[in-house]
């Protein structure tokens, strides 16, 4: 089956501070990734749809300058949550498909973000 | 516009059978099922594309409705394994783009 990694699984910083991650298909290339922001006992919410070479395109709310998305190869997805604050803590996930929405994902194992 | 997952929580004894229906109040283009572990990220299950569409994989299968309005989620003699969220997740129109929208879960027990 279609692998997809996240790195890294867990990161612990101080409120001001930038975290990059990193969001890999390890045995396909992806023409889309989804970034989920999911927090306790709550469903997976999508924050942007990233598709590889043109820009990100956010969800209602999600601010693009604070969540940074680079997608600069089918196998790569970065996402950087800039001057993080701790209501940033999330559990934060990404999915990778072939194509379109309509094509299975395949999710990382997610990054635990936690904003000190 | 999220779905909506019902029953929100299930607790069984390992062999009984469980459903977990998911439902909109507009058709649908698809109906993905996921079930994710704590502290896990989600694991795809199955898609339905297809009104009246069955599928199924050993004693986890899944129905969905000719109007594409509702999709079941059905595990027979559940096994300890089962236990988890299971998320249904439909595909939406915005924007121009596709996305999956999740619905709030439905947490599954099952117990010796």
């Known amino acids: 089956g279609a692998v997809v990694s996240q790195h890294p699984s867990r990161v612990i910083c101080k409120s001001g501070t930038s975290v990059k991650i990193e969001c890999r298909s390890l045995?396909?290339?992806?023409?889309?990734m989804f970034w989920y922001r999911q927090f306790p006992k709550q469903s997976l919410m999508l924050m942007a749809t990233?598709?590889?070479?043109?820009?990100?395109?956010?969800e209602q709310g999600v601010e693009k300058d604070k969540f940074l998305i680079n997608h600069a190869s089918l196998t790569l997805s970065t996402l950087t949550v800039t001057s993080a604050h701790p209501e940033d803590s999330s559990f934060y996930i990404c999915?990778?498909?072939?194509?379109?929405?309509?094509?299975?994902?395949?999710f990382g194992p997610g990054t635990r973000l936690l904003v000190l | 516009q999220q779905p909506v997952q019902s029953p929100q929580a299930v607790i069984l004894r390992e062999g009984e059978d469980a459903v977990i229906n998911c439902s909109s109040s507009?058709?649908?283009?698809?109906v993905h099922w996921y079930r994710q572990k704590h502290g896990e990220a989600p694991v795809f299950l199955m898609i339905l594309l297809k009104g009246g569409e069955q599928k199924g994989h050993e004693k986890i299968s899944a129905s969905f409705n000719e109007k594409k309005q509702q999709s079941s989620l059905y595990l027979t003699a559940s096994q300890l394994s089962y236990s988890g969220t299971y998320f249904c997740?439909?595909?939406?129109?915005?924007?121009?783009?596709?996305?999956?929208?999740f619905g709030k879960g439905t947490k599954l027990t099952v117990n010796p």
């Open positions: 999915s990778a498909s072939l194509g379109t929405a309509q094509e299975t994902q395949y």
């Open positions: 990233s598709n590889e070479g043109s820009k990100a395109t956010y």
């Open positions: 507009k058709a649908l283009y698809s």
């Open positions: 045995d396909f290339q992806a023409t889309t």
């Open positions: 997740g439909t595909e939406m129109m915005q924007g121009g783009s596709e996305k999956l929208v």
